[in-house]
């Protein structure tokens, strides 16, 4: 078992960043985002494919099913491909609760948690039901759950561009593993409550919420960093996924994080 990753590198990196996508995706929907920060930033970018997702498939299903196992995979990998320590974490969505896994697992290695359309909070009763269900649709017509799962990232799916997004995610989502996904929204429903991991993390933390999203609240999300004393990005435009949505809005919020990172760890070490 190995995750498969993409590497973005620079000549002289000043920090390494790694970027997690979210349930449903690969590595790929950090690639434009990752080449500008490194462009930017002058450091090394790590975007891995998480277990049962992208090219990381060599996986049993039962694995997948706790969120501790992604990160204990994830943070192995990111150990292997640094070359600065310690490294700032971006998670999209279920990302966000496996860069929250490896701080609470591996403190030294993480120094910055950025929550892109996250949350630290576990489930609610409500949304565990919800989980058990979208696992039931799924398991009967994948196809079917997926297209309604896609469209429902998107503030806007009706447009032109995102509907050939929502068509592109929606070929990919079709070639994951059917016991993989099941297992992996399994993870996700079961997942603790990380919210004294993001309060108790060194800065810089941060959140981006979208003002239209339809799986996390947005009003909790800016409250949430208020309490975790953590940079609080708004997306006005965007639903679960900013990163297509609002394009320099994301840019921005990247770059202002990854500075913070940067003026913390100007004694990182260099590993390599």
């Known amino acids: 078992m190995a995750l498969f ?5 620079c000549t002289n990196p000043r920090g390494t960043v790694v970027m997690l996508h979210g349930l449903g995706e690969d590595h790929s929907v950090w690639a434009e985002m990752a080449k500008r920060l490194v462009s930017a930033w002058e450091c090394d970018v790590l975007c891995p494919d998480l277990p049962g997702a992208g090219q990381s498939r060599n996986y049993q299903a039962d694995a997948l ?10 943070v192995t990998w990111v150990e292997a491909h640094s070359r600065i320590k310690p490294t700032a974490w971006v998670g999209h969505s279920m990302g966000g609760y496996v860069a929250l896994a490896a701080a ?5 290695l993480i120094h910055g948690i950025f929550l892109f359309h996250s949350t630290p909070e576990p489930d609610s009763a409500e949304r565990r039901a919800k989980r058990e269900q979208a696992i039931r649709v799924y398991s009967q017509n994948p196809e079917l759950f997926l297209r309604e799962f896609y469209r429902n990232l998107f503030a806007q799916p009706e447009t032109e561009e995102n509907q050939v997004l929502i068509q592109q995610l929606l070929y ?3 070639t994951i593993n059917a016991e993989h996904f ?4 399994r993870a996700l429903r079961d997942r603790p409550d990380y919210l004294p991991v993001f309060k108790n993390h060194v800065p810089p933390k941060a959140i ?15 409250a949430l960093a208020t309490e975790c004393q953590a940079i609080f990005f708004p997306a006005e435009k965007s639903g679960h996924m900013a990163m297509y949505e609002e394009k320099e809005t994301t840019y921005l919020a990247l770059s202002t994080f990854v500075s913070e990172y940067l003026k913390n760890i100007k004694n990182g070490e260099k590993i390599s």
């Open 65 to 74: 099913s706790s969120i501790d196992f992604f990160a204990r995979e994830v």
């Open 104 to 108: 609470k697992m591996n403190i030294p």
């Open 182 to 185: 099941v297992a992996t929204l």
């Open 172 to 174: 990919y989502g079709l």
């Open 5 to 9: 990753g993409q590497v973005f590198r």
């Open 208 to 222: 981006l919420a979208g003002k239209y999203d339809n799986v996390l609240n947005y009003e909790r999300l800016s």
